[in-house]
């Protein structure tokens, strides 16, 4: 089984950058997702992390560190629209596909 | 693009009643998902299907069945509906069993259970 924490809510003014944090603890560890969800939608896919190290796509990037069992997003230059939940998703070895999902993270972002 | 679709956005039945919750992708995926999203505990996983006709219990598949007759569709059976039942209810797929790959959502089903 597997702990996957993340905090609550996060509030940032546009155009600043906001850092969300994910630890996990797994017995096999076989990659990390970061998913958006705006309220009343579905989850929409963000990043793929299996490796160490940042990974970037435009204004959001994610970090992963397996030792450390912690992986965070990056969101640069906030936009209202970034106002969403944030969910850390983590695949376990053996997979068959599964994933298992943080609580999630609201961010607010205030003008 | 992936298309994952739901069979109702919003629904309301009661205690006690057998409810049918269903899901169809279009991409020919293998896996499929049920999730039910609550407030403060997430995406929990109630069952998993990785080809037609199978069917794995995910974290919490008490008061729940699935079926998968096709490898497009598959349904979400509450055998009888309960109050904390009550969930916003979300349908995935993804294509195999790559580490890698992403699972792509359904819109969810908000089902109030009275």
């Known amino acids: 089984g597997q702990n996957i924490d993340q905090p609550t809510e996060m509030t940032a003014t546009e155009g600043a950058i906001v850092q969300i944090n994910c630890t996990y603890q797994?017995?096999?560890?076989?990659?990390l997702f970061w998913y958006q969800q705006h309220a009343g939608e579905a989850p929409t896919f963000l990043s793929y992390?299996?490796?160490?190290g940042l990974e970037e796509k435009g204004r959001f990037s994610s970090f992963l560190s397996r030792s450390k069992g912690y992986s965070y997003l990056l969101l640069k230059e906030l936009q209202m629209k970034d106002s969403a939940s944030y969910l850390c998703?983590?695949?376990?070895?053996?997979?068959?596909?599964?994933?298992?999902f943080g609580a999630g993270t609201q961010v607010v972002v205030t003008p | 693009d992936v298309k994952v679709t739901q069979s109702s956005r919003y629904l309301v039945k009661r205690t006690g009643e057998k409810v049918f919750l269903e899901c169809v992708q279009d991409?020919?995926?293998?896996?499929m998902f049920w999730y039910r999203q609550d407030p403060g505990l997430g995406l929990r996983l109630i069952y998993f299907?990785?080809?037609?006709?199978?069917?794995e219990k995910g974290d919490i598949p008490e008061g729940y069945s699935v079926s998968r007759e096709k490898k497009e569709r598959f349904s979400l059976i509450l055998e009888s509906a309960s109050t904390n039942q009550t969930s916003m209810y979300l349908c995935?797929?993804?294509?195999?069993?790559?580490?890698?790959?992403?699972?792509?959502f359904g819109p969810g089903t908000r089902l109030l259970v009275l």
């Open positions: 998703a983590v695949r376990e070895n053996p997979s068959w596909g599964k994933l298992q």
């Open positions: 991409m020919d995926h293998e896996n």
């Open positions: 992390n299996v490796l160490d």
């Open positions: 299907s990785y080809d037609v006709k199978m069917k």
């Open positions: 995935a797929s993804s294509p195999g069993t790559g580490a890698w790959e992403t699972q792509y």
């Open positions: 797994t017995s096999g560890f076989n990659g």
